[in-house]
């Protein structure tokens, strides 16, 4: 098991990998990144993440430095190379180095790399027990800032969220928006259950299109469970039966408190238990229909 980079296709071990301190994605958060994790070393969703990670560099106007079949061995090699029975990937592809300027034309040299580290999920209490989430005070940025539909290396937005609900005790934040909607947690898409009906805020009010949350809305049709994409006031949330958050790496995780109020009977749901399984069927045919030999 280990850590290993694909830096612009060249496999390192993860403490020979480096990059320019002149590199925008440290210098300005000027990058655009996925992260997926594999199952029986086969990258789930990957052509997904792949499309979201093309929306996001156009979303910023950014070329990606190779074609998104090149960027797909590289995942499957750094996953490969690594040993890990199952990864963490983390994909980043930056402007790049160049003079020092926010002008994006200074950069003159792209770069991509690959992190496959050992894939850390939460611990079974987590899906046994329920989780809680914080409503922190930081407020999700305006999409007409940086719309949150691009995957950009520029996070101190949820940093800042996930710094808060740590120092209540909280397993996530989830943040409103300026109005005071609910729009998503600091890293991970949300969901309320509420008369049995999933409500889940529509990608309009300022949040990522969750590639897990996409999954779920297939999920559901498949269980006849009634979702709908409607906006969520903080009140609502509260008042759920159920809450859920989703993300690549904790897949579906029930949310039995938020702050102090306990949600619904306080224990993982019935809805959470019916979208688990079929989340957990669903990755046994994704991986076997996605196998690579080699
Ligand atoms: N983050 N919303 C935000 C702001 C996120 O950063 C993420 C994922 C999600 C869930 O998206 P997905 O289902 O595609 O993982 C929603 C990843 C896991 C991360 O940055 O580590």
Not at 133 to 150: F, G, Q, Y
Not at 275 to 284: D, G, I, K, M, P
Request: hydrophobic letters at 45%.
């Amino acid at each position: 098991m280990g850590v290993v980079v694909s830096l612009d296709g060249v496999l390192l071990s993860g403490d020979k990998a480096q990059v320019s301190v002149f590199d925008r994605g440290f210098l300005y958060g000027d990058s655009v990144y996925e992260v997926l994790r594999t199952y029986q070393g086969v990258p789930f969703e990957e052509d997904r993440h792949l499309a979201r990670l093309l929306a996001s560099a156009e979303r910023i106007g950014m070329n990606l430095p190779a074609p998104l079949r090149t960027l797909s061995e590289e995942l499957w090699a750094a996953h490969r190379a690594s040993g890990n029975a199952e990864s963490y990937l983390r994909l980043v592809c930056t402007r790049g180095a160049g003079p020092i300027g926010l002008d994006p034309a200074l950069a003159v040299d792209p770069l991509r790399l690959v992190i496959a580290q050992p894939v850390q999920p939460p611990p079974p209490s987590v899906y046994e027990d329920g989780a809680s989430l914080a409503l922190v005070s930081v407020r999700k940025n305006l999409k007409t800032a940086i719309d949150p539909r691009a995957k950009t290396g520029n996070y101190l937005n949820s940093v800042l969220a996930v710094a808060e609900a740590k120092k209540r005790g909280a397993f996530e934040a989830v943040l409103l928006d300026h109005q005071g909607t609910v729009t998503e947690g600091a890293s991970s898409n949300v969901f309320a259950v509420l008369g049995g009906t999933i409500l889940t805020p529509p990608v309009e009010v300022g949040i990522l299109e969750g590639i897990t949350r996409t999954v779920i809305l297939e999920l559901a049709r498949r269980l006849n469970i009634r979702l709908v994409e409607t906006p969520i006031s903080a009140g609502v949330l509260l008042a759920a039966e159920e809450i859920l958050i989703s993300s690549s790496i904790r897949e579906i995780v029930p949310i039995v408190k938020v702050d102090e109020v306990s949600i619904g009977t306080g224990r993982p749901g019935p809805v959470f238990h019916r979208l688990r399984a079929e989340f957990q069927r669903y990755v046994v045919d994704y991986t076997e229909a996605n196998r690579r030999p080699g």
